[in-house]
């Protein structure tokens, strides 16, 4: 019996072993091949600025404000072709004369006549001033009864036709002046100056060769492409469904391609008064914006006597001001004419208002919510302005908050137990 009683301890024993083994094998089991924590990045609730913005459907182009594509109003052969491509001009600068050695010809025949004329009248005027005192002698003799009517009317009328052929005379100097202008103006048509001070961008035509002016309704290449480059200005097309956002005088910032790393502060001086139709699917209206010497920093609106109160709407003004990390014009850089562009034209802006990455907000306008068990929970919000980065929070959020950022990762979702990642 104490055999029995024995054997059987003894195999509860190694049963219970067995039982204890097994159990801690499954549970280094379950240890080892648990899943990862996931890992997801944060973004803490914060304020700032926020901006509502436009910008433009397709690239925009950098133009010069005056550019001028000269040809002369006559044709004729290039005699002079006194400038470069790349060379800088000054206004009213020779820039090329055709050949006019015919009208130089015209232009000295009418100077010598005009010094002919004024020798004619000359003469013409002395034979008149002695026609005029032999009048008065003879009226006083006539008067005296030394001379008959008759010989008074005789010296009366030479007087007269002496005074008209002085007239005349003086006439035909008026004639020679307008000989000479009429000259000078065929001179003009066959020399091309510079309208303004620029750069002369490209050139058509070599010396020798027939420049032909354009004949209406018929484009050809222009003689000389002037531009001026002191004076440089973004056109970009804005869709018609935001010009109606769009005044003159709002500030933007300037892109461009061929500049990396860099936008420029703008301001848009010309909104087009129609809409351009090419695209029937897709208006747009064409908006000219200034390059600027606006350097706005983050205390802009300070400087500008504006309140920043949570959610205080900024002049036009001083809108896209505060905040803003934008340059001084381009002076240091190759800015040329041609350069595709982009502008972001800012039409309201809220500054110290409560804000959040565009990018955590999910469909419906909820966010994840990252909680201090590491649990993440879903909340509504209410939002405000917003553009592609940046969305304001009106309700549903404190300052503070640590919402996910990475919505895309598999497996974050509500009620998911995750761990903040570190940089």
Not at 37 to 56: F, I, K, M, W, Y
Not at 264 to 269: D, E, I, L, M, S
Not at 279 to 284: L, N, V
Not at 294 to 303: D, H, R, W, Y
Request: with cysteine; charged share 20%; proline share 4%.
């Amino acid at each position: 019996m104490a055999l029995s009683q024995h054997a059987t301890r003894t195999s509860a024993k190694k049963y219970f072993l067995y039982l204890t083994a097994l159990s801690l094998l499954c549970l280094a089991a379950w240890y080892f091949t648990r899943p990862a924590p996931l890992h997801v990045q944060l973004v803490t609730v914060s304020r700032g600025t926020v901006e509502a913005t436009v910008s433009n459907t397709r690239a925009g182009t950098v133009k010069a404000c005056r550019r001028a594509k000269l040809s002369s109003p006559s044709g004729g052969q290039i005699a002079h072709l006194l400038v470069k491509k790349g060379e800088r001009v000054k206004a009213n600068q020779v820039l090329l004369e055709l050949w006019n050695n015919d009208f130089q010809a015209q232009l000295r025949l009418a100077q010598e006549q005009l010094i002919t004329s004024r020798t004619q009248s000359v003469q013409s005027c002395l034979q008149a001033e002695l026609a005029e005192k032999e009048f008065e002698r003879a009226r006083q003799l006539q008067a005296k009864g030394f001379i008959s009517a008759e010989g008074l009317d005789q010296k009366t009328s030479t007087a007269r036709v002496a005074h008209a052929g002085c007239n005349a005379a003086k006439s035909q100097i008026e004639q020679s002046v307008s000989r000479i202008a009429a000259a000078h103006a065929a001179l003009d048509r066959l020399v091309l100056r510079a309208p303004f001070d620029g750069i002369v961008a490209d050139i058509s035509g070599e010396l020798g060769e027939y420049a032909t002016p354009s004949p209406p309704g018929i484009p050809t290449p222009p003689a000389i492409d002037l531009i001026d480059d002191s004076c440089l200005y973004v056109s970009a097309p804005i869709d018609e469904v935001d010009a109606a956002n769009i005044k003159a005088g709002q500030v933007a910032r300037i892109t461009l391609d061929a500049i990396k790393g860099k936008s420029f502060a703008g301001r848009v001086k010309r909104v087009a008064p129609y809409v351009l139709e090419l695209e029937k699917q897709a208006r747009t209206v064409e908006v000219e914006v200034d390059f600027t010497d606006l350097q706005p920093q983050a205390g802009a609106a300070e400087s500008l006597g504006v309140g920043v109160g949570a959610g205080r709407q900024l002049p036009q003004s001083a809108a896209g001001l505060a905040g803003s990390n934008v340059s001084q014009p381009p002076t240091t850089e190759n800015l040329l004419a041609g350069y595709s562009a982009d502008v972001e034209i800012v039409h309201t802006s809220h500054i110290n208002a409560l804000r959040i990455p565009t990018q955590t907000l999910l469909e419906g306008k909820r966010v994840l919510i990252y909680k201090p068990d590491g649990v993440l929970i879903e909340r509504t919000v209410t939002t405000g302005l917003a553009n592609w980065e940046q969305t304001e929070i009106t309700a549903g959020l404190n300052e503070g908050d640590r919402i996910v950022l990475n919505l895309d990762q598999a497996g974050v979702k509500a009620g998911a137990k995750v761990q903040p990642e570190t940089k």
